[in-house]
């Protein structure tokens, strides 16, 4: 599967984001979706992960839970990382990540190893 993650931009403290990963390939309602990002000088990090399965299992990062919703739509091959409340600390380029696991419970979503990424998008968020 290719990933493409759009939706990146310049907003302000305060603001809202939506963030896009287009997948392309077939079987995509098989594979887990997951956000990482990278600040400057930093190692990157797990944002937030949905299953692929229906009534999907989402978990998130706890600097990031209560702003931030992942979300899937299996017909149109896209993922979604809607982002409110945006804070500077959330400046960093993010990218999409695919796997084929059948793994739902949020530890797998969280560590297992995402063999297929998107090139990423930089959000900035100025104070």
């Known amino acids: 599967v290719q990933l493409q993650a759009f939706g990146g931009g310049l907003v302000q403290a305060g603001d809202s984001l939506r963030l896009s990963c287009a997948a392309s390939?077939?079987?995509?309602?098989?594979?887990?979706m997951a956000w990482f990002r990278q600040a400057p000088g930093k190692e990157r990090e797990f944002v937030a992960a949905?299953?692929?399965?229906?009534?999907?299992?989402?978990t998130y990062a706890d600097t990031v839970k209560g702003r931030f919703t992942i979300a899937r739509n299996n017909t149109k091959n896209t993922a979604y990382l809607q982002m409110n409340s945006l804070k500077p600390e959330d400046t960093a380029v993010y990218y999409c990540?695919?796997?084929?696991?059948?793994?739902?419970?949020?530890?797998?979503?969280?560590?297992?190893?995402?063999?297929?990424w998107g090139q990423g998008t930089l959000v900035t968020v100025s104070s």
């Open positions: 390939g077939r079987s995509f309602s098989r594979y887990a």
């Open positions: 949905i299953s692929w399965s229906v009534g999907s299992t989402t």
């Open positions: 990540a695919a796997e084929n696991t059948d793994g739902t419970s949020s530890w797998i979503l969280r560590h297992v190893v995402y063999d297929y």
